[in-house]
DNA sequence: TTTCAATTGTGAGCCAATTCACAATTCGGC
DNA sequence: GCCGAATTGTGAATTGGCTCACAATTGAAA
């Protein structure tokens, strides 16, 4: 991908903002910053104030908690074109979570008053945006239903799904989950350990559903993991 | 409260619907439809089309799912004034949820178009359903965070502190929560069974933190019960 | 009140998944 | 290619919470 030259190409690419107009982009752009982060590093706490959303340009991060014992609970794993942060439009409470990068990332901050302007006056917009936020409700609605009364091996099945609709392409031997998460990262998602999710993946390659190349994982059998794993 | 003589005047006490003009209110009541349910009664299903979206008029509902064998899991409780299936309007294929009453219910059933069309030319309601669900999102990742890496009865717990924010009322002895939910649904609701909950109560009122009065849980003790389970 | 259904309480046995501990492998930077 | 760090693999011991089974209590209807 060719490097970020300026932030209204950038804001182009962007889902929610790709019908925006000339004078609309321009506004936004001069709201906004871009920021770099190395591998590794908090882009905000969870103690902080909600005062901006972001929009990823590129790398990845997660979204998530840290329970009391300082375990890491993940709620989402975003990627480059992604939003996050948006709940700093409801009102400018503290965050109640942490961002940190996964790969070195770069991210365009658009300050809270410049978005919920931009709302108020193009109804397209706050649709969209309306959206937006629908549909991540139902993939946290999904998410919530996956984790009740399941087993953590088939948690760890219905992640993959999830993982597949998000990340997922198109490879020669099945459908090929196109970031690379570690078992302990896999475990943060579905509220287990890294043990388990070790013996349950291999379980998984043992009845050739999935198979591992180059530090990502395949589905080899995408319709016979729905039908073992959905519903 | 007095029988709900006119759906006007129930449009105008729900939170989304209480800024709209004269016109606005006539305009979705002729597209609106009251319907009652006893208790205990579906209002829709998995497979139906999200077709409306419903305003509860008063009683008592719960939303949730069925797994595999026939458990059942409850993603939120909802009561008079409260807006639901309202993923009618990101777009509409199935629900994938269930409702059904927990009380007899008096519902308002909204046409999806009504409710687009007024979106779509009303910014202030638009941003005003921003909001909700804005809110309801962060009820669920809430939820969400509660379930990931915490024990049975610590869940029992966080939950009673969703309930009091939800259904809380003060009362002389604490903070009663004003409806009755049965061990069975307090279990549906942190992903747990009916025993597990029996005795996790039993152990919070050995503990002083709870009593129960006339069917309904007190919460004695709610700066000790935060203290004990948040964070 | 009586009666039947639903809810609540409690114990025994069991199993999935966690913790702990350590070895094998792979990765990433120099 | 080499080396320290991170990740993955695997076993043994432990346990939280589930299942099953049944009794006690409370609620609702007639």
Redesign the pocket.
Known sequence: MAPIENKIWFLKHCELFSQLSQSQLANLERRSFVKSFPKGAPVYLPRENADAIYVVASGLLRIGHITTEGKQSTLAIVEAGDIFGEMALVDDTERGEIVETLKASRLLRIERDAIQELLATDIQISIAFNRILGLRRRRMERRLKNLLFV???DRLGLLLLDLVEQFGEASGKGTRIRIRL???ELANLI??????V??S??KMKREGLLSSE??TLIIKELEMMKKRFVN
Chains 1, 2 share one sequence.
Not at 191 to 196: D, F, K, L, P, Q
């Open positions: 087993s953590s091996h570690s078992h302990q509220g287990s350990t890294r043990e388990t070790t013996i993946l291999a180059r530090n």
